[in-house]
């Protein structure tokens, strides 16, 4: 069933290409506005397809078939929403660096997990808390959520708040009279370098 | 093999028992998010492949659970910081900071 | 020798339990008690998972499910809620200059 929609696939990186020329908004001029909510529902049904497989966990047909539609109209009522998935940049490698940024997440999520555990069971609660600011160079809305959620789970940071440019960070270790804007900076970078290779 | 599977569900409740006691000494509402988000992800997340050691039939539905709470987690503690920030609660010891720099 | 571990797992959840609820009342600032709920809410959806690992029932795992789903939502809602709004704090702001 999913064969269907395979040639479709493969002209996804031309439109999303030709969007990002055009700076796409809802209120785009010479652009057939169902075009582009068509095409993004697809993309939406194939990443909410997969879920609803891993809830049934059967290939039964009924299922595959009510899965379908059930996703599709999951997409279609979340349509108002769906145009942060135009900052995906499409290329062939975009699987490998989704990849690679999955392995770095846990990675941080595991060290994170053994710093809060060490801070929280040593008897004098060696914490320095502050709030800082980082600046960002990822422009969407996707790309600063899942930076935020990274630095959510990098050791010791804590997202508060995202603005247009820059994120709000509470910051568990800050030593005072160490040189501030550096060492926010190294906060973000190693996410934001593995994040922009596939988002904007 | 089973021992594997209890070491993980051992493993991730004392991180879930380490993320409750960080909510239990942090001295502000900020380092209680952090430790009770961080410590109780990884500690669920092992628990979920204790489980899954355990059942391995039972894998798809495990991994869309941890799925979840790998991306909800820290989209509630963002929002409750945020929160938490905009109501006026300034980190402990903020003040102090700020008078050294 | 797996059993005693999955008992002293249970042990230790239900101490961490304890000090989340400890948590819960003792407060102070409404954002602790949220961040409390929160915390009860993974432990309880991992406890779900191990309940459904004891009675060989997967049944258990879809409760699990819904329940994480609905505790963050639930979370992201009063957080919503106690949040300042900026757009009230506006009309409010723009009503007083009126008057």
């Not at chain 1, 010791?156 to 800050?174: C, E, K, N, P, Y």
């Amino acid at each position: 069933m999913g064969r269907m929609h395979q040639p479709g696939l493969g002209i996804f990186p031309v439109w999303l290409g030709k969007s990002r020329i055009m700076n796409t908004n809802t209120s785009s001029v010479n652009v057939p506005q169902a075009a582009y909510g068509w095409q993004r529902i697809l993309l939406a049904t194939a990443f909410i397809y997969p879920v609803w497989l891993l809830m049934v966990g059967t290939f039964d047909p009924a299922e595959l078939s009510i899965g379908l539609i059930i996703a599709v109209l999951t997409a279609w009522l979340s349509k108002p929403h769906l145009h942060i998935l135009d900052a995906i940049k499409w290329h062939p490698a975009i699987a490998l660096y989704v990849l690679v940024y999955v392995g770095v997440f846990l990675w941080a999520l595991l060290r994170s997990n053994l710093d809060v555990a060490a801070r929280v069971l040593s008897p004098r609660l060696p914490i320095n808390p502050a709030i800082v600011e980082v600046e960002t160079h990822l422009r969407s809305d996707l790309g600063k959520l899942l930076l935020a959620n990274c630095i959510t789970l990098t050791p010791g940071t804590l997202t508060v708040d995202v603005f247009a440019d820059r994120l709000q960070i509470h910051w568990i270790d800050s030593t005072p009279g160490r040189d501030m804007t550096h060492a926010t900076a190294s906060i973000a970078a190693q996410f934001e370098y593995y994040l922009s290779k596939f988002i904007k | 093999m089973q021992i594997i599977g209890a070491s993980l569900i051992l493993l991730g409740t004392s991180f879930l028992f380490l993320g409750a006691l960080g909510l239990f000494r942090m001295p502000d509402v900020y380092n209680r998010i952090q430790a009770g988000t961080k410590a109780t992800t990884l500690g669920s997340l092992s628990v979920l492949l204790g489980i899954a050691v355990y059942y391995p039939l039972w894998w798809p539905k495990l991994l869309l659970i941890a799925l979840f709470i790998l991306l909800t987690s820290p989209i509630a503690s963002s929002t409750l910081a945020r929160a938490a920030y905009k109501t006026g609660l300034r980190p402990y010891r903020a003040a102090l900071d700020k008078g050294e720099g | 020798m797996e059993n005693f571990l999955i008992v002293l797992a249970f042990v230790i959840g239900l101490a961490a339990l304890a000090l989340a609820i400890w948590r819960f009342f003792a407060g102070p600032t409404t954002p602790d008690r949220v961040v409390a709920a929160d915390t009860l809410a993974i432990i309880t959806t991992a406890a779900l998972v191990w309940l459904a690992a004891f009675f060989g029932n997967s049944i258990y795992l879809d409760i699990a499910l819904v329940y994480a789903a609905l505790a963050f939502v639930a979370v992201v809602v009063i957080a919503r809620m106690i949040e300042p709004d900026a757009k009230q704090a506006d009309a409010v702001s723009s009503q007083k200059e009126a008057d």
